[in-house]
């Protein structure tokens, strides 16, 4: 592809040594930072409006089952980052794409952590971590790999996008109105996300755009992630 194929061919390893991975530390920490700010503390007033623990009507049941959802792929996440950080170089590249890395991963700790609460306070049984998952979908689509930096964040700006798409589906299916703003707030802090990994390649001097289109949805998903050469 021809992005892919020009990535990062025009920028020298001064460029990426003393400025590249400057802006980059200082993007994941001013983004991180401003995710945080926004999703976390609005959700977690959500939790205190949330229904009495262990009532068992039927809005408590599909909800519990929603967010159960949503928790497996926090954990998913989670996980991956966890994996993935350890594939990555010793490279200034490869420490400032562990920076926006472990920025993100905070976030989906703190967003497992709420649903966990939410859950037990619906009556319902949180989902718990699996030992690893499966992520060859993403890999057989040439949507990143475990072969570079550079893949490697191509591959969390994937699942990154799906998740932010997938919170957005699945909050309409929602019957308590505090959690589905609850669940659009997460879903904002995913697609804050995926616009860090996306600054992050533009700090890199590849020619992008940050916020590819005004839309994160299935629709328009192919705008948002990065194809590795294949």
């Known amino acids: 592809m021809d992005q892919e194929r020009e990535m990062l061919s025009d920028v020298s390893a001064r460029r ?3 400025w ?3 802006n980059l530390l200082r993007t994941g920490a001013v983004v991180g930072a401003a995710a945080t700010a926004i999703g976390i503390p609005a959700i977690v007033k959500q939790v ?3 229904p009495a623990k262990n009532t068992k009507n039927a809005n408590n049941v599909n909800d519990a089952k929603v967010l159960n959802g949503a928790l497996f792929y ?3 996440a989670i996980w991956a980052y966890s994996f993935a950080a350890t594939k990555l170089t010793s490279t200034d590249v490869g420490k400032a794409v562990l920076a926006v890395a472990l920025a993100n991963q905070a976030d989906h700790q703190k967003h497992r952590d709420t649903l966990v609460t939410v859950i037990k306070q619906l009556g319902g ?3 718990a971590a699996q030992k690893q998952y499966d992520l060859s979908s993403y890999l057989k689509a040439g949507e990143g790999a475990l072969d570079s930096d550079v893949n490697i964040a191509k591959l969390a700006l994937a699942l990154e996008t799906d998740a932010a798409i997938a919170y957005g589906q699945e909050a ?8 589905i703003t609850a669940g659009a707030s997460i879903g904002a802090v995913e697609a804050s996300h995926a616009t860090l990994i996306r600054s992050a390649f533009k700090a890199l001097g590849v020619d992008l755009a940050i916020i590819p289109v005004p839309f994160i949805s299935a629709d328009t998903r192919s ?3 990065l194809r590795k050469c294949l």
């Open 16 to 18: 990426v040594k003393h």
């Open 20 to 22: 590249s991975r400057r």
């Open 48 to 50: 205190d409006a949330a």
């Open 74 to 76: 926090e954990h998913q």
């Open 125 to 127: 049984t949180p989902v």
């Open 172 to 179: 309409a299916k929602l019957k308590t109105p505090a959690l």
């Open 223 to 225: 705008n948002w992630v």
